[in-house]
Every structure is written in C-alpha cells, then in structure tokens.
C-alpha cells in the first residue's frame, strides 16, 4: 500500500532554534518526493523537490535530504522564524498530468518567541 | 511558473443552500485539475480529479451529485457544493500539475450554518 509517514506530529521550538523533520514513504514506483508549507487557512507552497538521485536540496534555511534506499526525507530548518510556524507536508509519487500524488499528514510546527 | 487562482478564499451560507468554488489557471492551460478536502489537523484528501470537457472522477466515497464539478475550459474549474449541510464544512483546495510540479489554490473556508 502507497503510504507518505511524517513525524512528528507535532513540533514546538523556540526561535532561532534548528529542527528536523522526518517523512517515510512506501510510495513505488518512486519519481520525486517534495515538501510543502502550509500556512493556517493557506494552500501548500512548494519548498523543495527531490529526484530519485539527488540526495540533498537547500532552499535558504529549508534543506531537504533524500536516502531512496531506505525510503526516508528529512526537512531540516535553520535558524528558525516566527514566520517558520506552519504545517510541513511530505507528498510522494509519480508526478504527471493525470497520476495520484501521496500526502502526508504533515508536521505542524509551531515556534515561540 | 504557473498561478492557482481560488476565489472565494472563505464563505458562510446557510444549510441547504449552494455554493460555488473557482479554481483558474493563470498561466497555463490545464486539461487535469485536482480538488481537495481537508479537515482541521489533516492532509489533503483527494476529492475529484476534474478533466477538460468530460466528466469528473470522483474518488470512493464522494458523491458526484452533491459535489458538482464543470471544467469547461482549459483555465476554469468550478466546485458546486450542493445543497448544503454544517458537515460539508471545511477547507477545499484545487490544484494543477505541470510534469513536474503540483500548483495549489489558495483555498477556501466553506462554513455551513
């Protein structure tokens, strides 16, 4: 069964802090693997995409990494800001015209001044 | 890169009324658009898959009479709620897709009183 696992569910930091985090998939056959942000009340922004090769991917204080073998993403965030308080989707699949994409339940992290 | 426009971003209507949700391509022209759901706390779950000038494919579940979905043009795709009822309260999203990237509405709060 295609299946997207992020954890945790939930993440609180306080600002200026680092946070990892983490998304398991079983999702075959594989094409890339991106993360998004979602805003409260907001549709998911695009953060980072990954290929079946690539193994890192920086997007300013976004960096995302990719193990194929093992299945597993990371989102790492640095230097955390206010405005980083969202919900971090993980979404895996086949990307065409017409073909399904896997969700995950997302991250919601929440940073405190 | 392409732009989801969703309008309305929220609504209230009253039991039993109905409402329409527009999702427009502004930068090209998308024969596949997605609609989405999504509950306080969840992912998105797929909706529908709307198609250019043919019927929607409604996911197991999904009532195709009470979600009415048109895509009459290759920039417009309409979400009619029908007739409805506080538990169709929620966050509906569209989307479209190039080969390679999935573009996300804005969103819409729906709140049935």
């Known amino acids: 069964k295609n299946q997207v696992e992020q954890s945790p569910q939930s993440l609180i930091i306080l600002e200026g802090k680092n946070c990892t985090l983490q998304?398991?998939?079983?999702?075959?056959?594989?094409?890339?693997l991106r993360w998004y942000k979602q805003d409260t009340g907001r549709g998911p922004v695009s953060l980072t995409i990954?290929?079946?090769?690539?193994n890192t991917k920086s997007n300013g204080r976004y960096t995302a990494t990719l193990d194929a073998d093992t299945k597993q993403s990371s989102l790492h965030i640095t230097a955390s800001q206010l405005s980083d308080s969202a919900s971090y989707i993980c979404v895996v699949g086949p990307y065409s015209s017409a073909s399904k994409i896997i969700f995950g339940s997302g991250t919601r992290l929440s940073i405190r001044p | 890169g392409a732009v989801v426009s969703q309008h309305p971003s929220r609504v209230i209507c009253k039991s039993g009324t109905s409402v329409k949700i527009e999702c427009r391509s502004l930068?090209?022209?998308?024969?596949?658009m997605f609609w989405y759901r999504q509950f306080p706390k969840q992912s998105l779950m797929l909706m529908a898959t709307?198609?250019?000038?043919?019927?929607?494919?409604?996911e197991q579940g999904v009532e195709k009479d009470k979600f009415l979905i048109n895509h009459a043009s290759l920039t417009l795709s309409t979400l009619t709620v029908t007739s409805a009822h506080p538990e169709d309260s929620s966050f509906y999203i569209c989307?479209?897709?190039?080969?390679?990237?999935?573009?996300f509405g804005q969103g819409t709060r729906l709140t049935v009183v």
């Open positions: 989307s479209l897709r190039s080969n390679t990237e999935a573009f």
């Open positions: 998304c398991n998939y079983t999702v075959s056959p594989f094409s890339n």
């Open positions: 930068d090209f022209q998308a024969t596949t």
């Open positions: 709307s198609n250019e000038g043919s019927k929607a494919t409604y």
């Open positions: 990954m290929t079946f090769s690539e």
